[in-house]
C-alpha cells in the first residue's frame, strides 16, 4: 500500500492567464497516452477546457480534473492533474484546488514573465504550503527571455529559483534544452510531435555557461547535508546524478527553492522532462504532514495519516452539476478507504451521506471505480446536501478539517426572468450556481424586491448569464453591473439602550450599555468583548447580545451595505427578574446598533482593484491620462524592449467597460489584467452620488 502511495502525485497547474496552462495540459495528455490527438486551445477543442464558453473564448474558466500514468526510470506513477483557470475571475477555482493538492507547476510566461495573477496564485500555494516546479513556457516567442523571468521570479514572489535547464537558442531559434543535472542536451522531434527526445551534443557556445550553472547548482546541492558538503570540498563531480535530484527534492518539499524547468508547449518543447521532474522533485502524500483537525465530540486536535488502513478522513472541494449523472463532488481522500455505496459522516452538517457511486473525472468524462484510498482525489455521486468545503469522514471517528475561505464578492446586478413562468426555474438554476461556485452569492433586495447576484468581476457574472440561457433554458433582464460597496464605523462612541415593551402578561425588557466603533486592524467582520462585571447581565444573555449585533452587520445605516467590520465592547446592563429574556437582549442590541452608530460617523467603502496595463509605447500617454480620470494611483512603470507596463489601484466603480476603452485607446494593441485589492474610503463627492442614486437624496454629513 505504501508503495502506492510513494507513486501517486496530486497537482495542480497554474498561472496567469494566457500563460499555457491549458495547452500543456493537453501535451501532458498527449505524451501520457491518455488522448491519441492533440487538443489546441485556439481551435476549441482542448480536452480540459470541455464547456461551451470555454471554447468559445479559449480561456479556463472551471479547474478540470484529470488522472495520467507517467513511467520515469522504469516506476509508473499515477499524476492526479487540476488544469486551473488563470482568469482572476475565477480564483475561486484555485483556491479550492490548491486546498487539497501536494505540488503544483507554476507555468510563466517567457515574454510576460510574472504577471498579477501569478502573484495571487502563487500567494494562495504559500498561504497552503504547496511545494511548487516552475515551467517557463512560450519561449519560442518573440521578446521571450529566460533570465530575465528567473530574475522576477526571485524579486516578484521572494523565491529562491534553481533552474534545472538552460534553453538552447532563443526566441524563434528556441529548438531544446540542456538538464544542467545530468549535463546533457535534448532536442524533440517535429514529426512525431515531440514525442520523440533525442539527446545531443551541448552547443560550442553554451558549454560555459552550462559549467557556470551547473557548479551553482551542485554547491546549493552541497548544503544540503554535512555528508554531501565534504564530498563537495573533496571533489564537486564525486557527487552523483542520484544524490543531486534527492538533495533537489528535499529542498523543493521543504519549500526552500523552487526548481526551474523551461519549453515551449505549443510547439511540443519540453514537456517530458516537465513530466519528469512532477515525479523526481514533488512530494507524494506520504511526503507532507499529515492532515490536522478537531474532533467534533472533544474538541481536541487530531491527525490523520496518510493510511489505507486508517479511518477514513476526505474532503469535498468542489460541487459541479452533470446533465448526465446529477451533482458530483470532487472530494480529496486523506485517510482510509471508501466503496462505493457505503455511508459516510457528513461532519460540517452532522448528517449521513450514502455514496451510491465513485468515479475517477478525466475533464467532463467519468470513470467508475470500486473503492478508493488515502492519496486519491475522486468524484462522488448520490449524495443529498454536500458542499464545498465539507469534512467527510468514518461515522466512528469524525474529524473537522480546516475548511476553505474564499474572497468576496465586488460586482453586483439585478437579474429577472423573462417572463414569470420561469421565475421558480430561475432560483432552482441559482441554487445549483450557488453550489459550484461559492464566490457567486445571491440575495434579494428588501427594498425593490429585486433578485441581487454578486460575483468577483464582469466576467464572472457574464458567464453566469450565459450558462443560464444555455444550460437552463433561462432569458433573463438584467441590469447594469454595480460596485459591491460597504459601511464603516470611523468612530467609537458609547450608548445605553433600554428595551421595554408591555402588551399585557409578560413583557420583555433588557438594559445593555456599550461601546461601538471600528474594529482592530486586520479583524474582519464582529469584534465583540465582553467586560461585565458582577453579573450584571447573566452569563446566558451574552450571546443573545452578540448575536444582535453580528446579525446588525448585514444592514449599515447608510444605504444598507453591509458592515465591512466593527468592534462592540458590552460594559454594563441590567435585567429584569421576570421580563428579561435571550430574545430581549438580541432586540436591545440591534435597536441599540442603529441608534449608537448614528454618531460613528459611518462612511462608503469601495473595492479597489490592483490593474496591470501592457502597452506599447506610443499609447502611454493616453493610457495614463484615462487612468488619472478614473482616480488611478499609478504606482509604477516598467519599461521593457517596444512596450511599458503600468501598476495601478483604481476603484471598481471606474473600471466597468475599461477594456473596451484600453482598445480604442491603443487602437487594440494594449492589454489589462485586473484583480481586487482592498477596500477604501470613498471620497466624499463620490460618496454623495452614490447615496443620491441609491436613496434620492444627499447627506449632510
Known amino acids: 500500500m505504501l508503495e502506492k502511495l510513494i ?34 486551445v485556439h481551435n476549441g477543442n482542448a480536452t480540459m477546457d470541455w464547456m461551451i464558453q470555454e471554447q468559445e473564448r479559449g480561456i479556463t474558466i472551471t479547474s478540470a480534473a484529470t488522472t495520467v500514468y507517467w513511467t520515469y526510470n522504469s516506476t509508473q506513477y499515477k499524476i492526479n492533474i487540476i488544469d486551473t483557470p488563470g482568469h482572476v475571475d475565477f480564483t475561486v477555482e484555485v483556491e479550492r484546488s490548491l486546498r487539497v493538492l501536494d505540488g503544483a507547476i507554476a507555468i510563466f510566461c517567457g515574454v510576460g ?26 519561449l519560442d516567442r518573440t521578446g521571450a527571455d529566460f533570465f530575465n523571468v528567473l530574475s522576477q521570479i526571485q524579486s516578484k514572489l521572494g523565491a529562491n529559483p534553481v533552474p534545472l535547464q538552460l534553453p538552447i537558442g532563443e526566441e524563434e531559434n528556441f529548438s531544446g534544452i540542456v538538464d544542467l543535472i545530468t549535463k546533457k542536451a535534448y532536442g524533440f522531434d517535429h514529426n512525431s510531435l515531440g514525442m520523440e527526445v533525442i539527446e545531443q551534443e551541448i552547443p560550442a557556445d553554451m558549454v560555459e555557461m552550462v559549467d557556470e550553472y551547473r557548479n551553482r547548482l551542485i554547491e546549493g546541492t552541497a548544503e544540503e547535508s554535512d555528508e554531501l558538503f565534504e564530498k ?28 526551474v524547468l523551461c519549453g515551449s508547449s505549443l510547439r511540443n518543447k519540453g514537456v517530458q522532462p516537465l513530466l519528469d521532474a512532477v515525479a523526481t522533485f514533488l512530494p507524494c502524500p506520504l511526503d507532507l504532514p ?131 413562468e420561469d421565475m421558480d426555474k430561475l432560483i432552482n438554476a441559482f441554487t445549483k450556481l450557488t453550489e459550484e461556485d461559492p464566490t457567486f452569492t445571491l440575495r434579494s433586495d428588501d427594498e425593490t424586491g429585486q433578485t441581487i447576484i454578486s460575483g468577483m468581476g464582469e466576467l464572472h457574472l457574464d458567464i453566469i448569464l450565459d450558462r443560464l440561457r444555455r444550460e437552463f433554458n433561462i432569458a433573463c433582464n438584467h441590469g447594469n453591473p454595480q460596485v459591491a460597496y460597504k459601511e464603516a464605523l470611523t468612530l467609537t462612541v458609547n450608548h445605553r439602550e433600554v428595551y421595554k415593551k408591555q402588551s399585557g402578561g409578560k413583557g420583555r425588557f433588557a438594559d445593555i450599555q456599550f461601546e461601538i466603533g471600528p474594529a482592530d486592524d486586520g479583524i474582519r467582520g464582529l469584534q465583540f468583548i465582553n467586560d461585565v462585571k458582577g453579573g450584571n447581565i447573566p452569563k446566558e444573555f451574552i450571546p443573545a447580545v452578540e448575536k444582535g449585533f453580528k446579525s446588525s452587520l448585514s444592514n449599515g445605516i447608510l444605504a444598507g451595505f453591509p458592515i465591512e467590520s466593527m468592534k462592540v465592547r458590552l460594559i454594563d446592563g441590567s435585567t429584569h427578574s421576570v421580563d428579561s429574556d435571550a430574545l430581549s437582549f438580541e432586540v436591545a442590541a440591534m435597536v441599540g446598533f442603529r441608534e449608537a452608530v448614528r454618531s460613528a460617523r459611518c462612511v462608503l467603502l469601495e473595492p479597489v482593484m490592483k490593474l496591470e496595463v501592457v502597452t506599447p509605447e506610443d499609447y502611454i500617454g493616453e ?75 444627499y447627506t449632510k454629513q
Open 290 to 420: 499529515p492532515v490536522k483537525g478537531i474532533n467534533p465530540n472533544t474538541e481536541a486536535e487530531e491527525i490523520r495519516q496518510p493510511d489505507p488502513t486508517a479511518p477514513f478522513a476526505a474532503l469535498a472541494f468542489k460541487i459541479a452539476t452533470d446533465p448526465f449523472v446529477g451533482r458530483i463532488a470532487f472530494f480529496r481522500v486523506y485517510s482510509g478507504s471508501l466503496k462505493a455505496g457505503n455511508t459516510v459522516l457528513n461532519v460540517s452538517t452532522g448528517k449521513r451521506e450514502r455514496i451510491s457511486r465513485i468515479m475517477l473525472m478525466h475533464a467532463n468524462k467519468q470513470t467508475s471505480v470500486e473503492n478508493i484510498e488515502a492519496g486519491e482525489i475522486a468524484a462522488a455521486v448520490g449524495f443529498k446536501s454536500i458542499r464545498t468545503g465539507d469534512s467527510l469522514t468514518d461515522e466512528k471517528y469524525p474529524i473537522l478539517l480546516e475548511n476553505i475561505q474564499f474572497p468576496e464578492p465586488v460586482i453586483s446586478m439585478a437579474v429577472e426572468p423573462k417572463t414569470q
Open 7 to 40: 507513486n501517486i502525485r496530486n497537482i495542480g497547474i497554474m498561472a496567469h492567464i494566457d500563460a499555457g496552462k491549458t495547452t500543456t495540459t493537453e501535451r501532458i495528455l498527449y505524451y501520457t497516452g491518455i488522448n491519441y490527438k492533440m487538443g489546441e
Open 623 to 697: 493610457v495614463t491620462g484615462d487612468l488619472n480620470k478614473r482616480r488611478g494611483q499609478l504606482e509604477r512603470i516598467d519599461a521593457r524592449p517596444n512596450y511599458q507596463i503600468i501598476d495601478a489601484k483604481v476603484p471598481m466603480a471606474e473600471m466597468f467597460g475599461y477594456v473596451t476603452t484600453l482598445r480604442s485607446l491603443s487602437s487594440g494593441r494594449a492589454t489589462s489584467s485586473l484583480e481586487f485589492s482592498h477596500y477604501a474610503e470613498v471620497p466624499h463627492e463620490q460618496s454623495e452620488q452614490v447615496l443620491y442614486k441609491i436613496k434620492g437624496y
Open 232 to 259: 563537495f570540498l573533496a571533489d564537486p563531480n564525486s557527487i552523483s546524478v542520484e544524490e543531486i535530484k534527492a538533495a533537489i527534492r528535499k529542498a523543493t518539499i521543504d519549500m526552500r527553492i523552487v526548481p
Open 113 to 138: 514573465g510574472v504577471e498579477p495573477q501569478s502573484e495571487t496564485v502563487w500567494k494562495q500555494a504559500n498561504k497552503y504550503h504547496v511545494p511548487r516546479i516552475c515551467y517557463i513556457n512560450k
